[in-house]
Every structure is written in C-alpha cells, then in structure tokens.
C-alpha cells in the first residue's frame, strides 16, 4: 500500500511539473503586449517587409508564409538567427513577442494549429548565432518546408 502511495505522489509530481511547463509557455503569451508588437513592427520591420506583410522587392514576404517556418527546427531558428532580428535593438522578450506577434497576425493558414510560441529564453540563445549567408540559408529551408 505504501509502494502505491509513493508512486502516486510521483505520478501527481510529474504531472504538475508538466503543467507548470505549458503554463510558463501560455503565461508568456499572455503576457504578449500586441500594441508594442505592432509598434515594433513597425519602426524595425515594416519598411522591408511591409505593413501588410507582403515584402518589399527583394525581401521575402511574410503574409500567409511564416507560419511554415515552425515546421522544423531549423526553419524555427531561422526567424530569430536572421540579421534583421539577431541584431536587433529589441530585447529578447520583445523579440519573441514580436515575432509572436508577426506570425499571429500575418501568418494566415501557414500557422500550425499546434503553434509552439516563442519564448525569451529560447530567443536569447538562438540570437547568440547570427546567420551570415541568409538568402542561401533561406533557400535551402525553404526547399524542406511542406509550403502548400
């Protein structure tokens, strides 16, 4: 009787330990201030990307696209690896409450239902390893993407 104790006491454990996890991850989306998401996109990312999303001549448009992006790791890791973000003057909880915020308003379709959000940490260290060849990059990850 006391074995089956133990074991439910850890089974209990794990499972608030797991849901302690998913509700950092929702708390930080909760958290997402969208009027400063918006306002950094805006100021950092609009004049090449566009209000709309749609991109400028040689800029990949985002509209309907960066959704597909979060199909694998290293597409994932793209978004925050490219100059454009990497070096950015947002912090790092900004950063992922922008892009957060970019994929949440112009990703349409190409968003998974399954949407694994950005968090600080996570965008601290991937920021740590700016991509210096980013259009060959990009179309190598492209080719890898399931793009409907």
Aim: aromatic share 10%; net charge positive; hydrophobic share 40%.
């Amino acid at each position: 009787m006391r074995a089956l104790s133990l074991f439910t006491k850890q089974v209990v454990w794990g499972l608030a330990f797991f849901g302690s996890v998913q509700t950092l991850a929702e708390d930080n989306l909760l958290k997402m201030n969208t009027d400063r998401a918006k306002f950094n996109y805006q100021m950092l990312c609009q004049g090449c990307h566009t209000p709309d999303g749609t991109g400028g001549k040689s800029v990949p448009k985002i509209k309907n696209y960066i959704g597909y992006f979060l199909q694998n790791q290293m597409a994932r890791e793209y978004l925050v690896r490219v100059p454009g973000s990497a070096n950015s003057s947002l912090n790092d909880e900004q950063l992922a409450e922008v892009l957060n915020w970019m994929i949440l308003e112009f990703g349409g379709d190409s968003v998974p239902k399954n949407m694994k959000y950005y968090i600080t940490n996570e965008v601290a260290k991937l920021r740590q390893q700016s991509l210096f060849e980013v259009v060959e990059y990009r179309k190598m990850l492209v080719k890898q993407l399931a793009v409907k």
